[in-house]
């Protein structure tokens, strides 16, 4: 069973940064899957965020794009999103997904909270 380990999230001012990173357990696992992270604001539904696909292409939905940015390192088994001109509206439960037709996992999740 492979595990995907969080980390990076916390508490930050509005328009500053933070990076979150997910790692796989297992050597040299996520090169054939979609990674992507998610967040689940209290109340509300889990929302897909951002993708990026085998070859590094990336998708945002309008509320991250131009502020996130979601990165793949094949070598080190790790999604990353590095976060920018963070807003109170962001804060969440961040989860990355790592997915194939074969495969579908989560991380354990991180929190983002943004202070005004």
């Known amino acids: 069973q492979v595990q995907f380990v969080e980390s990076g999230g916390g508490l930050v001012q509005s328009g500053g940064s933070l990076s979150l990173s997910c790692t796989a357990s297992r050597p040299s696992f996520i090169s054939r899957y979609t990674g992507g992270w998610y967040r689940q604001a209290p109340g509300k539904a889990r929302e897909l965020i951002a993708t990026i696909s085998t070859r590094g292409s990336t998708n945002y939905t309008d509320s991250t794009k131009g502020r996130f940015t979601i990165s793949r390192d094949n070598w080190s088994n790790t999604i990353g999103l590095q976060m920018n001109s963070l807003e109170p509206e962001d804060t969440a439960v961040y989860y990355c997904?790592?997915?194939?037709?074969?495969?579908?996992?989560w991380g354990q999740g991180t929190q983002v909270t943004v202070s005004s």
């Open positions: 997904r790592v997915w194939g037709s074969d495969a579908d996992y």
